[in-house]
């Protein structure tokens, strides 16, 4: 039996939504299938402001800080100064927790699958684990409210380092947040202009609803998302079926179908697909494809 099984935050999220009402139509499911509300990094950041009972004591970045995830829904929007923070600051998190004990090539493995540390990390808070004592200071034990506390503030220095500026208000999370869809043309210098799509700022995280997970091994570069999203009413005599992929038919770069439906997947539009053939002037050109031996 494995041990990947998903995160629950994203189920959670669903759960929350549906709860919203009982008649649901496609205007709600497109927002569902589009949102990017963490649980998880709620639940988290709940803990961080609770190690904080000197908030009002602390240094003008610290406070500020603060303030902004007080009022924050886990919401990991790409213009989110919010998620910026807490993005930051959980990466650091599970570095200052895992790697002294695992040593820098384990844990590098260990972060290599996101599911494992998010919900090793989620529990550990809860029993505020010896996970969290840091074993280069022998002369110490350190708690979990020290390890988040020490993660803030470099968090915070990484965050003014990136954007020049102590002011949250300019942190954007998707400035860090960073998608491109390589092709495996593009370790040519000279071709990867013309083959990978992107990079974009986007939002989201792994457990988010729309999957935006970065790899833990190189902050914040997203390599998981839906790859395709579909939507299926019944009902609807005038659209079956709604969906989007990620790039477009075609595997020819210069094509015009090669990245015609980024721009769709990005901003959570859909393609809205006829239960019928197109007939007359909607027929634009026909391709038809013959067996060989056959006329």
Do not use: C
């Amino acid at each position: 039996m494995g041990d990947l099984w998903e995160d629950p935050s994203r189920a959670i999220r669903i759960e929350e939504l549906l709860k919203e009402g009982n008649n649901f139509g496609i205007t709600d499911f497109v927002q569902m299938q589009g949102d990017v509300v963490s649980p998880h990094m709620l639940y988290m950041t709940e803990f961080l402001l609770r190690a904080f009972p000197d908030s009002l004591k602390q240094g003008s970045a610290v406070r500020a800080a603060l303030s902004k995830l007080r009022g924050w829904n886990g919401g990991m929007i790409a213009d989110g100064p919010e998620a910026a923070i807490a993005a930051q600051w959980l990466q650091l998190v599970l570095e200052m927790t895992y790697k002294d004990e695992m040593g820098p090539v384990l844990y590098a493995n260990y972060v290599h699958s996101a599911l494992l540390p998010m919900r090793a990390i989620r529990y550990h808070a809860m029993i505020d684990s010896r996970w969290f004592d840091d074993v280069t200071t022998p002369n110490r034990i350190e708690t979990r409210d020290d390890i988040l506390r020490r993660a803030l503030g470099r968090a915070l220095d990484s965050l003014h380092k990136r954007f020049d500026s102590w002011d949250p208000a300019t942190w954007r999370f998707g400035a860090m947040h960073i998608l491109t869809f390589p092709h495996p043309f593009d370790k040519n210098e000279k071709m990867r202009g013309i083959v990978d799509i992107g990079p974009f700022e986007i939002g989201g995280a792994n457990t988010t609803v729309n999957n935006g997970e970065w790899d833990l091994n190189q902050p914040f570069k997203v390599r998981v998302g839906p790859s395709m999203r579909q939507i299926v009413d019944f009902a609807d005599t005038s659209a079956f079926l709604r969906s989007v992929i990620t790039s477009g038919a075609s595997g020819q770069p210069l094509n015009q179908y090669y990245k015609n439906q980024t721009v769709l997947w990005m901003s959570n539009g859909y393609l809205s697909l006829s239960p019928t053939a197109p007939t007359g002037a909607k027929v634009t050109s026909v391709t038809r494809l013959v067996a060989r031996g056959e006329s």
